[in-house]
């Protein structure tokens, strides 16, 4: 078969090659140091993944704010913090002419309780499960900090040689959780219409710029919606990406859900949707149409058939992948040298379908084989799901 149009470079608009069409999407590793350094682990992954042929690397979720994360051992990016580890990490990951993005987050509310005892928001709004606590509205003095941090990171990764910068508007964490008129109630400047809520990641996007420059690569990842009454629909999801289009985004990558409905993970998704692939394939179409900046679509792709014909179609530029990479790091390589054409990954089973439903081991368990790699071992497709469930919760299994 033939793969030309995933082979071919792209130049984004800050001017930037990017010389494939296939992307390794944000996964968050969980093997920093305790303390948010890059640690030799993440070394190790990211010589791994860098030889694997990705145009575009994102790291996981990088945190702007030592005292709010999304889980354990992430990294951390404060002002000028570990400039020396994160420049060994883009050294590592762009050895072979792949780019490295630092992709940047907040929780907000969806931070556990055990690493977060006073976490913030929007609003009040509270996650419905137990392990996370009720939400204290941030300020406005705190909002304009916490742009200015998102600021300080991308700064952060431009000095270390990476090259570009991703904010984390999607799956439901802080910048998502400003865009949904479900999480976010302010009746300030930040909240209310469309306009309103949308304003945290504009000034985000604009802080990023002013401190990086016209010509450094900035993108986000967004949902094409949230999946859930009263909360971020398409059509708000297709305004925003307008007005973000007018900012000047040098890529927008679609993705959908939060951790209260995976949809990201396509637990969500009808098995007719599954077997097509690319979960949010309808909306970007729609998308498409109506803006100028480079599209990427990331959930459910598995065959290069499908991934040529979407770039080939003019429906995106950028192919992102995510649990492919934690099976087979070399996929970018072999998918585009007709080596292999399909990457599917298992569908995790426990038989509980509650479980099965909710998508919840789908994370920790590609985690682990994310730290498998870490320590410079093969990724395991055997790997049981409980045992991954015992370790995770310290409980037996059900
Ligand atoms: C282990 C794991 C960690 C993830 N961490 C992040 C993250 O840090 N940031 C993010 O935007 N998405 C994260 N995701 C979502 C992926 O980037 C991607 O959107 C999702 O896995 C769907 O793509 P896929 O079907 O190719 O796996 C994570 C997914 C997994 C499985």
Redesign the pocket.
Known sequence: MSINHLNQSFRLPSGTIIPNRLAK????EGIAEANGRPSEALFNLYERWGKGGAGILFT??VMVDKDHLVNANVMIAEKENFLADYTKLAEKAQANGTHLWM?INHPGRQAPVYLDKAPVSASNVKMPMRIYLEPRPLTEDEILDLIERYGDAALLAKKAGMKGAQI?G??GYLVSQFLSGLTNLRKDKWGGSLENRARFVIEIYRNMRKKCGDDFPIGI?INSADFQKGAFTEEESMEVIQLLDAEGMDLIEV?GGTYERAA???SMQKESTKLREAYFMDFITKVRSKIKSPLML????RTSAAMEKAIEGGELDFV?????F?LYPNVANELLSGKRTDCTVQNLKTGVEKMDKSGMM??PW??FQ?ARMGKGFEPDPNLDVWKVYEKITGKKRP
């Open positions: 999407s944000a996964l968050s996981g979720n992709q984390h999607a799956h990842k993705s990201m993970v396509g990331t959930g459910g792709f992102g992948l995510g649990r492919p934690c789908e994370t590609y985690m994310i």
